[in-house]
């Protein structure tokens, strides 16, 4: 596998779907709504246990590279100075979505 750095999924994607590359990793939330409109196939989630929002996807361990648990993670950033009520109204947003199901 040759490794073909994209700054970001928008260049990657054209390109996944030419065919140009075989294959890309990207967070579920930007591949799913590609996934269940066929345009493209998911070959397994990363996690350790299936996904709850596609559970019908296999994991990576599931196929056979046991011990496979690669896990995004994000930041929430601000600019420094930004005022505490903005904050807090983030903050209260931040907590909403993360408590919705995906």
Avoid at 39 to 66: C, F, H, Y
Avoid at 70 to 92: F, N, Q, R, S
Wanted: net charge neutral; aromatic share 6%.
């Amino acid at each position: 596998m040759t490794h073909v750095p994209y700054k970001g999924t928008t260049p990657a994607f054209p390109d996944l779907m030419a065919g140009r590359v075989q294959l890309i990793f990207e967070p579920m939330p930007s591949m799913l709504p590609h996934v269940r409109g066929g345009r493209m196939k998911a070959l397994g989630v990363t996690m350790a246990k299936r996904s709850n929002a596609a559970p019908d996807i296999p994991t990576i361990a599931e196929q056979g590279l046991e011990g496979f648990d690669v896990v995004t993670w994000y930041g929430i950033l601000a600019p420094a100075g930004t005022p505490k009520p903005v904050l807090e109204k983030l903050h209260a947003a931040l907590v909403e979505f993360a408590a919705s199901p995906m």
